[in-house]
Structures are given as C-alpha cells and as structure tokens.
C-alpha cells in the first residue's frame, strides 16, 4: 500500500466516524425508565401506551424495540439503571421525571450521545444541562412568575407568606431558590420551613413552628402525599395553599385524593391539563381515549411528544443519537419543538384550583 492508498483509507476511517448516518441503523431500541410509573401502575400504563401508539402511527413497529427499566427509590438507583441502559444498547432514553434522579443519570453519563427526554423535570433559567437533555416543562422561572402574577390579579396584595420545602426533592429546592429570589425582589417577606421525606416526626416539628405564628399564604413545595398531610394540618379555611405539578392533574388528582378536608383554598400551576387542552393536545386526547378506551395522562402526551421526535429523527436521517434528534423537524402536542437546529421546551401553563369536588380550571 503506498502513501496515496494509506492516506485514502484514513479519510475514509476519519469519514465512517465523523459520519454514522452513513451507516443507517436498521433497528432501534427506546427505553422507557422512572419512579413515578413504578409506584403508580396507571401512570406506567399510560406510558407505554402512549409510545406504542406513535410507533404505530409511524409504521415502524418492526424497527423499534421497547423496553422499560422502571426503579424504586433506593439511593442511586437512577445511576444504576441509566448504566444499565448504556450497556444494553438503548437508542434513546425517555424518563427520569425528578430532577434529583435525572441529575444522577447525568453523573454518570460518559458521552452525550444517547438522547434523554425528561417529563417533568425541569431548570431554572440560569441552569446548564448537557445538549443531549430534552426538557419539555416550562422553567421553573417561568412557573413561580405566572403563578405569583396570578396571586397579585386574584388578591391584590400578597403578604403573610411561608414556604415550606421538601429538602430532600431538587426540584423542590429549585422552587424553593426562585420563590425566594422573586420574593425578595418584590421586597415580600416571607418564612421559611423546610423538612425530609423520611422524618416520621415532620407534624411534631411544623406545629412547634407554627406557635403564636399566622399565616395567610403557604406555598407547598412538596410532593402530593407531604403537602396534603400540611394542608390538612393547616387548613383553617382561611389560609390559601399554593402548589406545584406535584399536585397532579384533572385525570389523576393526587393532592386532593390525599386531602382528608376538602373544604380548602388552594391553586398551583402546572405545564398542561386537559381540563382545558388547545386543539393539539384534544386531539391527542381524542386518538389515544377511542384507542385504549380510557383518558391519557399528561405524561402520556409527554412522552407521545418524546416518541414521535425520536422516530421523526429516525426516519430523516437513519439513525437516532442526539446529533440526529437537532437535524429533526417536529412540532409537539405538548407545545414543544424542533426548528432549525434548536429544541424549545414548552411555554405553556395552566392554573388550577382545588374545591370539594377535585380541581377547576382558573386561568
């Protein structure tokens, strides 16, 4: 081999690598992980039918492979099943919706090449996450600014404020971080009190806090279970409950399941419901109810939104990694898209109320 065939071989090598599309896959493999579908079985069902039903739609069902890889909550196991994955040659990952389990996957991420898409997770503004993270949730910036805007419409002036954190939950203090930040802003003073998951003596310690003191807002920024046990703690029909999605929708309303008094003042604010769906997101509803007979979740639009980029990218370039998904055109059910390069997350938002017969519609 002389010089010009060694030369010619090294471009086409250099070529092969810099180039995968050139080496159309033939089939794909789309994992499905989390906690939430784990510990709530109709939550896991509504994922996977909401993948199934865009691989059928596509007519690629006999190049896509699913499988799910669902955790508990033991420490770490997000790392643990995102190596797993890695190693059983999953194609793209959709899943790891708390921010703390996303946050570990990413620990042990060696390349970005494998594209993970994440339902309700979310950053704030300012948060830097690899480019191979698809965030559909608005910010959480953009979430305390809506709902604060709201409070101020609904009740002029907002004052007697505390906000009570679920620690252990990154998310949690993510809203923590930017409640505080555009309620010092404002120049609104507000309490604090924060506790963990496991501390069986959580009722104890808030009512030893609660001592000669009032409040007329508390913002709950914990998950269902916690924030319903406070709520009913502090409920005196006067003080107004602010939430987060954690606390569920109009189709699975977790907080106000949990609420042992139904008679209460409460809002929060989450990305979609389809309580009031634009056209896109009805009409996801519609195929996907006359399909398997019953209402999607929002995390089955979510991750419908999820498949439907994933096979877009396949099917235009022939192979699916994270370079293939920002070469991808797509406009999503949740008010995501792919445009020129560049995902934008969704920015859309819903506020709901809680009332004695489960949540209604505000703004």
């Known amino acids: 081999m002389n010089l010009l065939d060694i030369f010619k071989f090294i471009i086409m090598v250099f070529y092969l690598i810099a180039c995968p599309i050139?080496?159309?896959?033939?089939?794909?493999?789309?994992?499905?992980?989390?906690?939430?579908?784990?510990?709530?079985?109709?939550?896991?069902?509504?994922?996977?039918?909401?993948?199934?039903?865009?691989?059928?739609?596509?007519?690629?069902?006999?190049?896509?492979?699913?499988?799910?890889?669902?955790?508990?909550?033991?420490?770490?196991?997000?790392?643990?099943?995102?190596?797993?994955?890695?190693?059983?040659?999953?194609?793209?990952?959709?899943?790891?919706e708390y921010l703390s389990d996303l946050l570990l996957a990413i620990k042990e991420q060696?390349?970005?090449?494998?594209?993970?898409?994440?339902?309700?997770?979310?950053?704030?503004?300012?948060?830097?996450l690899p480019n191979n993270i698809f965030i559909f949730m608005p910010s959480y910036d953009s979430q305390v600014e809506k709902m604060l805007s709201y409070l101020r419409h609904r009740f002029n002036k907002i004052d007697g404020i505390l906000l009570i954190t679920e620690i252990n939950r990154d998310e949690m203090l993510k809203y923590k971080e930017v409640y505080s930040q555009a309620l010092n802003k404002e120049h609104v003073k507000y309490d604090t009190f924060d506790f963990l998951e496991n501390d069986k003596d959580i009722s104890g310690k808030l009512s030893t806090f609660l001592?000669?003191?009032?409040?007329?807002?508390?913002?709950?920024?914990?998950?269902?279970?916690?924030?319903?046990?406070?709520?009913?703690?502090?409920?005196?029909?006067?003080?107004?409950?602010?939430?987060?999605?954690?606390?569920?929708?109009?189709?699975?309303?977790?907080?106000?399941?949990?609420?042992?008094?139904?008679?209460?003042?409460?809002?929060?604010?989450?990305?979609?419901?389809?309580?009031?769906?634009?056209?896109?997101?009805?009409?996801?509803?519609?195929?996907?109810?006359?399909?398997?007979h019953e209402q999607p979740t929002i995390l089955a639009a979510y991750t419908?939104?999820?498949?439907?980029?994933?096979?877009?990218?396949?099917?235009?370039?022939?192979?699916?990694?994270?370079?293939?998904?920002?070469?991808?055109?797509?406009?999503?059910?949740?008010?995501?898209?792919?445009?020129?390069?560049?995902f934008h997350r969704s920015t859309d938002y819903i506020i709901l109320s809680v009332n004695k017969d489960g949540y209604t519609y505000e703004k």
Do not use: W
């Not at 499905?32 to 709530?40: H, I, K, M, P, Q």
């Not at 005196?236 to 609420?259: A, C, D, H, K, Y």
């Open 211 to 292: 001592i000669k003191k009032k409040y007329n807002y508390v913002f709950l920024l914990s998950g269902a279970i916690a924030s319903a046990k406070i709520a009913d703690a502090m409920n005196n029909q006067n003080t107004i409950f602010i939430g987060t999605e954690n606390f569920g929708s109009s189709v699975s309303p977790t907080f106000f399941m949990r609420l042992k008094n139904k008679v209460i003042q409460s809002y929060f604010i989450r990305n979609l419901d389809f309580i009031k769906p634009s056209y896109a997101l009805s009409a996801f509803e519609s195929i996907y109810t006359k399909k398997y």
């Open 110 to 128: 060696k390349n970005t090449k494998i594209p993970i898409f994440t339902s309700y997770a979310s950053t704030t503004n300012t948060d830097k």
């Open 22 to 96: 050139g080496m159309a896959q033939t089939q794909i493999k789309i994992c499905l992980t989390g906690r939430v579908v784990e510990n709530l079985k109709s939550y896991g069902q509504s994922f996977q039918n909401a993948a199934n039903l865009a691989i059928e739609q596509s007519g690629s069902s006999n190049k896509v492979e699913i499988k799910s890889y669902y955790y508990n909550n033991r420490p770490l196991e997000p790392m643990r099943i995102y190596k797993k994955m890695v190693n059983e040659g999953c194609s793209a990952i959709i899943g790891f």
């Open 304 to 342: 419908y939104d999820a498949m439907n980029i994933i096979l877009t990218a396949f099917r235009e370039t022939g192979f699916v990694d994270t370079h293939s998904i920002f070469q991808s055109n797509y406009s999503g059910v949740t008010g995501v898209y792919l445009k020129e390069g560049e």
